[in-house]
């Protein structure tokens, strides 16, 4: 069932036009996925309640949209070009290959957190794993795979400059500390966050897309006096689990896993992954993690300012420790359309809808003309077309099959939908439909911009 609903997913994504596979006309190119014109509503409108909530609702945040392309020193610095690797294993029969852990934990349920490359190439004969392709137990040994791309920065060959495309946004967080609080002047405890474009040329992405090599962010590091770090971690987690609460996640698919401390990296004191509960089982959805001072302090070691703070009333300076919590966008969209999607038994038929959260939906309201022919009803249709779409994201179809246009609104998760019919011309009213319950009520045309600003703003 859990595998049949991934499966119901796709084909609904693909078919209402959330998300298509990329470069389709071309036979495609593996893992990369387009966002249609649902789902690029949907993406948006996850992306708009995330600063809504995270930045512009408190006075201790601010916003950052820093560039994909950073000095290579920036990747020397945070330990991705030396440490930020994969263990790859290659079968020798097929040629495919895959990462080493994963084999570990998928076929023989043992985890590889802090195990070397030796140890994991011994552990991989030893338990006879095969390569999940051909079936062959002849891997190679183990080697390092960096998960960065890299590209040329200029034009001249020779004299063009190696850079890479980011595999996080936190560090262009990190180098613009001094500009942020130079040209805010921000008092600790404070964050900034930031929306944008990773990469991560993942050895073996899957599951939709739950693990890409292109993925979007949603990540905030959040700064504070040493010796706090621990209360404010902790106030991370509650609010961070409360947004996806108020936006319909029920708190039985929602997991707290906190790191073991084998698997915690170097620089970091405590871990706590929010995990969700996928077909496929609980998976990362957020990452919350104490960094110390570990990342300003590298970034001193190497750049040509340093990073600290200066308290302005004992002018003492400090490198502030950091609390990270980074959330996926592309994680998250799945997330809120695996909790929306339903199919309900109806006396006939069964009804597939999702019902997403009115603020996430991506429509907001569907406008039905109850005959195509009848331009008294049209002209009013589309008159409250014109009036709606300044303040929402409304769809016209006067097509005159409200059977299916229902149909149509309830797959894409659209709150409401108003019929205009020949009472309308005698009595100034519509009908207005719930996706949720399926009620129908008259509500006056005098009165229907009130009434969806009561129940969708």
Same mark, same amino acid.
């Given at each position: 069932?859990?595998?049949?609903?991934? $499966?119901?997913?796709?084909?609904?994504? $693909?078919?209402?036009?959330?998300?298509?596979?990329?470069? #389709?006309?071309?036979?495609?190119?593996?893992?990369?996925?387009?966002?249609?014109?649902?789902?690029?509503?949907?993406?948006?409108?996850?992306? +708009?309640?995330?600063?809504?909530?995270?930045?512009?609702? +408190?006075?201790?945040?601010?916003? @950052?949209?820093?560039?994909?392309?950073?000095?290579?020193? !920036?990747?020397?610095?945070?330990?991705?070009?030396?440490?930020? *690797?994969?263990?790859?294993?290659?079968?020798?029969?097929?040629?495919? +290959?895959? &990462?080493?852990?994963? @084999? =570990?934990?998928?076929?023989?349920? /043992?985890?590889a957190v802090g195990m070397g490359l030796p140890e994991i190439g011994k552990t991989i004969k030893e338990k006879g794993v095969?390569?999940?392709?051909?079936?062959?137990?002849? @891997?190679?040994?183990?080697?390092?795979?960096?998960?960065?791309?890299?590209?040329?920065m200029g034009a001249v060959e020779g004299e063009s400059l190696t850079v890479y495309l980011r595999p996080e946004t936190a560090q262009g967080i990190f180098v613009n500390f001094n500009n942020v609080l130079n040209s805010t002047r921000i008092k600790l405890p404070f964050g900034i966050g930031q929306t944008g474009k990773s990469f991560r040329n993942e050895i073996t992405p899957k599951q939709f897309i739950f693990r890409t090599r292109e993925f979007e962010q949603m990540?905030?590091?959040?700064f504070v006096k040493p010796g706090t770090e621990d209360a404010s971690?902790?106030?991370?987690? #509650?609010?961070?689990?409360?947004?996806?609460?108020? =936006?319909?996640?029920?708190?039985?698919?929602?997991?707290? &896993?906190?790191?073991?401390?084998?698997?915690?990296?170097f620089y970091s004191k405590r871990t706590v992954d929010l995990e969700y509960r996928f077909p496929w089982g609980f998976g990362e959805l957020v990452g919350i993690a104490s &960094? !110390?001072?570990?990342?300003?302090?590298?970034?001193?070691?190497?750049?040509?300012?340093?990073?600290?703070?200066?308290?302005?009333?004992?002018?003492?300076?400090? /490198?502030?420790?950091?609390?990270?919590? *980074?959330?996926?966008v592309d994680r998250a969209v799945l997330t809120f359309l695996l909790e929306a999607y339903q199919e309900e038994k109806l006396e006939e038929r069964t009804r597939t809808v999702l019902k997403l959260h009115p603020r996430l939906a991506p429509v907001k309201i569907g406008i039905f003309a109850l005959k195509r022919n009848a331009p008294e009803l049209i002209e009013i249709s589309s008159s409250l077309f014109r009036d709606f779409c300044p303040l929402w994201n409304v769809q016209l179809d006067n097509s005159g099959n409200i059977g299916k246009a229902y149909s149509r609104q309830d797959e894409i998760g659209t709150p409401f939908c108003v019929t205009?019919?020949?009472?309308?011309?005698?009595?100034? !009213?519509? !009908?207005?439909?719930? +996706?949720?319950?399926?009620?129908?009520?008259?509500?006056?045309?005098?009165?229907?911009?009130?009434?969806? &600003?009561?129940n969708l703003d």
């Open positions: 069932m859990a595998k049949d609903l991934l $499966k119901d997913i796709v084909a609904l994504c $693909k078919r209402r036009g959330f998300i298509f596979p990329g470069s #389709e006309i071309y036979g495609g190119l593996a893992n990369t996925w387009d966002y249609g014109p649902m789902g690029a509503e949907l993406k948006n409108n996850v992306k +708009r309640e995330w600063w809504k909530y995270f930045i512009q609702a +408190r006075p201790d945040m601010v916003g @950052l949209d820093s560039s994909i392309l950073m000095h290579p020193k !920036t990747w020397i610095a945070s330990g991705h070009v030396e440490g930020f *690797s994969d263990p790859l294993v290659e079968c020798l029969a097929c040629k495919k +290959r895959f &990462r080493g852990d994963q @084999l =570990l934990e998928e076929q023989v349920k /043992i985890s095969k390569c999940p392709e051909c079936g062959h137990d002849k @891997l190679a040994e183990p080697k390092k795979f960096n998960l960065m791309f890299s590209t040329q990540e905030i590091e959040y971690f902790q106030e991370w987690v #509650e609010y961070s689990k409360n947004w996806f609460f108020q =936006l319909g996640i029920q708190p039985k698919n929602l997991a707290m &896993r906190e790191h073991d401390p084998k698997e915690l990296a &960094r !110390t001072d570990y990342d300003l302090k590298q970034h001193n070691l190497y750049a040509e300012e340093k990073l600290e703070y200066q308290d302005q009333i004992t002018n003492e300076k400090f /490198i502030p420790y950091v609390i990270e919590p *980074s959330f996926g205009v019919d020949f009472q309308t011309l005698s009595d100034k !009213t519509v !009908t207005v439909r719930s +996706r949720d319950s399926m009620q129908q009520e008259r509500i006056s045309l005098d009165q229907i911009k009130n009434y969806f &600003r009561e």
